[in-house]
């Protein structure tokens, strides 16, 4: 039976062995893992509102290796690491694609 007051966040539970012993190695907190991981949910949730804001033109479309794609426009964008396909240097894109919550370095 759960804890009064809370509800149940169901994982895979080989996915969240792994993630709870990278937490425990990486992640100084004197939060719970929980309500670290709630924090780290509404976050997530800010950052793509905050997105939509400042760059009202583009869309997160996807994950690719080492990056994600984005939709400017009628223009699907690639940004890897710190560089997007269109662009020299840093640009728009990569700024969108480094803060949004689904960006793998």
């Known amino acids: ?8 966040l169901s994982l895979n539970e080989k996915e969240y062995a ?3 012993r990278s937490w425990d190695k990486i992640v100084q907190t004197d939060q719970t893992f929980t309500a670290w991981a709630t924090d780290v949910l509404f976050n ?15 869309e997160y479309v996807g994950k690719i290796k080492s990056g994600v794609i984005i939709k400017d426009k009628n223009d ?13 240097g840093l640009c728009d894109h990569v700024l969108f694609a480094c803060i949004h919550p689904n960006f793998e370095p």
């Open 1 to 8: 039976m759960g804890k009064s007051g809370y509800t149940s």
């Open 18 to 20: 792994n993630l709870r």
């Open 44 to 58: 997530g949730v800010a950052r793509v509102e905050k997105l939509n804001k400042l760059f009202p033109g583009f």
């Open 76 to 88: 699907l964008i690639e940004v890897r690491g710190l560089k997007c396909n269109k662009d020299k």
